[in-house]
C-alpha cells in the first residue's frame, strides 16, 4: 500500500463518522433505537440495508467460492428467477411483516403464537445469529492483514502485540461506537452514506479492472479449469463436491423457505415508513445491487486471471509464495484473491478497494451488532422480566447488551479456527434457527390456523437437527452430507412437523386483520397517499406486484424489473436447451458473460446516480417526519393479550418501571 492507497483508505471511514453522528439528537424513545421512528423511504432503506447485507466477509467468501466454481454455478441460480421475482414485487413477507408493526420478529410470534415461544425464539435467534457472526471480524481482520501487507507482530519498545486481534479491537470499536451512538437510525444513515460512497468507489476499481485486462486475458484464466471443474460450463462441473447444482437447488428451495427470516437486518425490517415502502423498497435494492455486483465480479475474474493465465505467471509466483506461509487451508482459499488484487490494482485503486471492503465490514458489523444485542433484550431479557421498563433504562440495556455482542465475536473470533468453506459455515449456524423458522414465520403472516404447538413442533425439530448436523460434522470428518445437504433435510422435517401438528391443534383461526391492522383495525399513520386509485388486473397483481397503492412511477419500477429478470430467464431457458443437444466449448460460455458484464458497465453508472438523488429526497423527508412525529412511549416490543402494547393501553405502557 503507497502513501496515497493509505490516505484514500483512512480518509473514508472519518468522512462516514463525521457526516453520520448528526443524526444522535433524534435519538428520544425505544422505536428510534430500534426502527428509526418507523420513518425509513424505499430509496434510502434499499441503499442502507443493501450495504449492511453485504459485507467484507461476504465478499472474502464469495471470492473464496468463485476461486473453486467460476461463473458456472451462478447459472443454475437463474432456475428460480421467476419466483424469486414475484416474491419481491408482491412484497412477500416484508409487507405484511410492516404491517404488523412490530419491532422485532420475536414481537412477532408473541403476538402470533406465544409469551414463552417468545423467549425460545429469541433465545434460538440470538444463539444462531451471534454465531455465525462470531467470525466476521476474523474474516476482515485477516483479509486486511494480508491484503495490506501489515507485519503480523508490532513492536512498541520492548513490548510486542499481535496485529489481527489489534486490528478487530479498532474496527470493532468503531462499529460498536456508532451503533451505541444512535441505534438503528444512527445505523442506517452510516450505512447509507457508506452506501453511496461505495457506489462511486465500485465505478472507480471496475474502471481499472478493465484498464488492466483484456477480456481475451481474462478468458484464458477463467478457462483453466480441470474437466469436470470448469469456471465457466456449468454443464461441466460434475466433479465439484462442496458446490455442486445440489447446493444450488437447496440454496433456492431455502430463499423462498426463509425468505427475510434471518434476522441480521432486523432494525430495516420494521423501519419503513409504510408497508408500501418496504415492499418498493425490496424492488429497489433489486437495482441498486447493479453495481456492486459488478465490481465483485471482475475484481474475482481478475484475481483468477492474475493466478492462472500462463501470461502472468511471473508476477503470480509472489502471490504464491506469500500464501505458503499460511498455515491453514481454509485462510489460504480465503485470501488467495485478495493477495492477487493487493499485487494487480494500481496505486490508488489499491486504496479505493480497502476504503470500499472496510466500509462493507463496518456496515455489516453495526447492523449484526444493533440486531443480535437488540433481539437478547426485547426477545429474551425483557418477556423473561416479564415487566415493562421506563424508555432511558431500556436503551440502556440494549446498549449494554450490543456491547457484549461485540466482545463475544472479538473473543470468538480470536480463538476460534476455521475449518470449512466460510459459506459452510454460515449454513449450518445459521440453521440452528433458519431450519425451522421458515415454516413458523410463514404460518404466522399466512395461515390462520397456525398453532403454537406447531410452531414449538416445527421450531424444534428443526433446531434439533441443525445442532445434531454440527456435532456430527466435528466428530465425523469424513460424513458424506455437507452442511447445506443437511439444512435442506432440515427443512423438510420442521415444515412437515408445523403443519401436522397445527391441524390437529387447531381450534379456531386466528384474526390476522387485527394483526396485520386492515380494516377496522387500520391505522392512520400507516396510510398511504396515492393522488388516483384504479382498478388493477388480477395478472399484474401477480406478476408486477401492482396494488392500489401504486403510483405511475411504482409501476414502471416493478415493471422493468419484471423484464429484466424476465429477459434473464429466458437467456437461461434457450441456452439450457441449446447445450442439451448441441454444447457450447468454453469459449461460447465467455461469450455470453461478456453479455452480462457489458449490460452491467452501462447500467452501473446510472443506478449509482438514480439512487443518490433518491436517497437525497428520503433524508429531506425522514428528518421531517422525525422532527414532527410525536414518540410513543408504549411503542416498546412489549405484548399484551396477543396485541402490541400500544395497540391496548390508554396510557404510559402497563407495568412500566420507572
Same mark, same amino acid.
Given at each position: ?38 420513518? &425509513? ?50 412484497? $412477500? ?57 501489515? !507485519? ?18 479498532? @474496527?470493532? *470499536? ?19 452514506? @457508506? ?39 456449468? $454443464?461441466?462441473?460434475?466433479?465439484? =463436491?462442496? $458446490? ?6 437447496? &440454496? ?57 493465465? !500462463? @501470461? ?7 502471490? #504464491?509464495?506469500?500464501? *505458503? =506461509? ?6 489460504? *482459499? ?8 493487493? =499485487? ?8 479505493? $478497494? ?140 420442521? *415444515? ?11 381450534? @379456531? ?27 388493477? #388486473? ?34 437461461? /431457458? /434457450? ?19 461478456? /453479455?452480462?458484464?457489458? +449490460?452491467?458497465? +452501462? ?29 410513543? +412511549? ?7 393479550? =396477543? ?16
Amino acid at each position: 500500500m503507497s502513501y496515497l492507497d493509505w490516505i484514500i483508505f483512512l480518509a473514508t471511514p472519518v468522512a462516514v463518522f463525521i457526516i453520520s453522528r448528526q443524526s444522535r439528537r433524534y435519538i428520544v424513545g425505544v422505536a428510534d433505537f430500534l426502527a428509526s421512528r418507523r420513518a &425509513g423511504g424505499r430509496y434510502l432503506l434499499s441503499l442502507a440495508s443493501g450495504t449492511a447485507g453485504f459485507g467484507a466477509v461476504s465478499a472474502v467468501a464469495g471470492f473464496q467460492l468463485f476461486y473453486r466454481a467460476g461463473t458456472a454455478i451462478n447459472w443454475w441460480g437463474n432456475v428460480g428467477l421467476p419466483l424469486a421475482m414475484i416474491l419481491t414485487v408482491t412484497g $412477500f413477507v416484508a409487507y405484511r411483516y410492516r404491517e404488523t408493526r412490530v419491532l422485532t420478529m420475536g414481537q412477532l410470534l408473541e403476538v402470533r403464537y406465544s409469551h414463552n415461544f417468545r423467549i425460545f425464539m429469541g433465545t434460538t435467534i440470538v444463539l444462531s445469529g451471534v454465531l455465525n457472526y462470531a467470525i466476521f471480524p476474523a474474516v476482515g481482520a485477516y483479509f486486511f492483514i494480508y491484503y495490506c501487507n501489515l !507485519p503480523h507482530v508490532i513492536h512498541v519498545g520492548p513490548f510486542w502485540v499481535r496485529t489481527f486481534p489489534l486490528f478487530m479491537a479498532g @474496527e470493532l *470499536s468503531f462499529a460498536l461506537y456508532t451503533v451505541l451512538l444512535g441505534g438503528q437510525l444512527q445505523g442506517m444513515l452510516t450505512d447509507c452514506i @457508506e452506501g453511496l460512497i461505495s457506489g462511486v468507489l465500485f465505478l472507480v476499481v471496475a474502471g481499472a479492472i478493465l484498464a488492466k485486462f483484456s477480456f481475451h486475458q481474462m478468458y484464458v484464466g477463467m478457462a483453466s479449469g480441470p474437466p469436470g471443474k470448469s469456471l465457466l460450463n456449468p $454443464f461441466d462441473m460434475g466433479k465439484q =463436491h462442496s $458446490f455442486n447444482v445440489l447446493y444450488v437447488v437447496i &440454496g433456492l428451495v431455502s430463499a423462498m423457505y426463509t425468505w427475510m427470516n434471518w434476522q441480521g437486518n432486523q432494525g430495516f425490517n420494521a423501519a419503513p415508513a409504510n408497508a408500501h415502502e418496504a415492499k418498493m423498497a425490496g424492488i429497489l435494492g433489486n437495482w441498486r445491487g447493479i453495481s456492486r455486483g459488478l465490481v465483485i465480479m471482475l475484481l474475482a475474474i481478475a484475481g483468477v486471471t492474475y493466478l492462472k493465465n !500462463p @501470461e502472468f505467471a511471473h508476477q503470480a509466483a509472489a502471490v #504464491r509464495v506469500q500464501l *505458503s =506461509h499460511i498455515s491453514t487451508h481454509a485462510l489460504r *482459499s480465503q485470501e488467495r484473491i485478495p493477495l492477487a488484487l493487493s =499485487h494487480l490494482l494500481p496505486s490508488g485503486v489499491r486504496g479505493c $478497494f480497502a476504503a470500499m471492503m472496510f466500509l462493507m465490514m463496518v456496515a455489516v458489523d453495526i447492523s449484526y451488532l444493533h440486531s443480535w444485542g437488540s433481539i437478547f433484550v426485547q426477545d429474551v431479557v425483557l418477556p423473561i422480566r416479564g415487566r415493562a421498563i421506563a424508555p432511558q433504562s431500556q436503551l440502556r440495556l440494549l446498549r449494554w447488551s450490543i456491547t457484549g455482542v461485540a466482545m463475544f465475536a472479538f473473543v470468538f473470533s480470536l480463538l476460534f479456527s476455521q475449518t470449512q468453506y466460510i459459506f459452510m459455515f454460515f449454513a449450518i449456524t445459521g440453521a440452528i434457527f433458519l431450519g425451522g423458522s421458515g415454516a413458523v414465520i410463514l404460518g404466522a403472516l399466512y395461515w390462520s390456523r397456525g398453532t403454537t404447538a406447531g410452531a414449538w413442533a416445527g421450531q424444534l425439530v428443526g433446531s434439533v437437527l441443525a445442532v445434531s448436523g454440527i456435532i456430527i460434522e466435528q466428530i465425523w470428518p469424513k460424513f458424506p452430507l455437507t452442511g447445506q445437504v443437511m439444512y435442506g433435510i432440515t427443512m423438510v422435517c420442521a *415444515s412437515f412437523s408445523y403443519v401436522v401438528v397445527s391441524l390437529f391443534t387447531c381450534r @379456531e383461526p386466528f384474526n390476522m386483520d387485527r394483526m396485520l391492522h386492515r380494516g377496522r383495525y387500520a391505522r392512520v399513520e400507516d396510510a398511504v397517499k396515492v393522488e388516483t386509485r384504479s382498478r388493477i #388486473r388480477e395478472w399484474k397483481r401477480i406478476l408486477l406486484g401492482f396494488d392500489e397503492n401504486f403510483t405511475r412511477g411504482d409501476k414502471f419500477i416493478s415493471a422493468s424489473f419484471f423484464a429484466w429478470n424476465m429477459f434473464w430467464f429466458a437467456g437461461f /431457458v /434457450v441456452i439450457t436447451a441449446i447445450n442439451v443437444f448441441e454444447p457450447w466449448s468454453n469459449l461460447d460460455w465467455w461469450k455470453w458473460g461478456l /453479455v452480462n458484464i457489458i +449490460v452491467l458497465i +452501462v447500467l452501473s453508472p446510472l443506478t449509482t446516480a438514480w439512487f443518490t438523488w433518491g436517497v437525497i429526497v428520503d433524508l429531506r423527508k425522514l428528518f421531517k417526519i422525525l422532527k414532527e412525529r410525536a414518540v410513543d +412511549v408504549r411503542d416498546n416490543g412489549q405484548v399484551i393479550g =396477543h396485541r402490541n402494547a400500544d395497540e391496548v393501553t390508554a396510557g404510559p405502557c402497563a407495568g412500566v418501571e420507572k
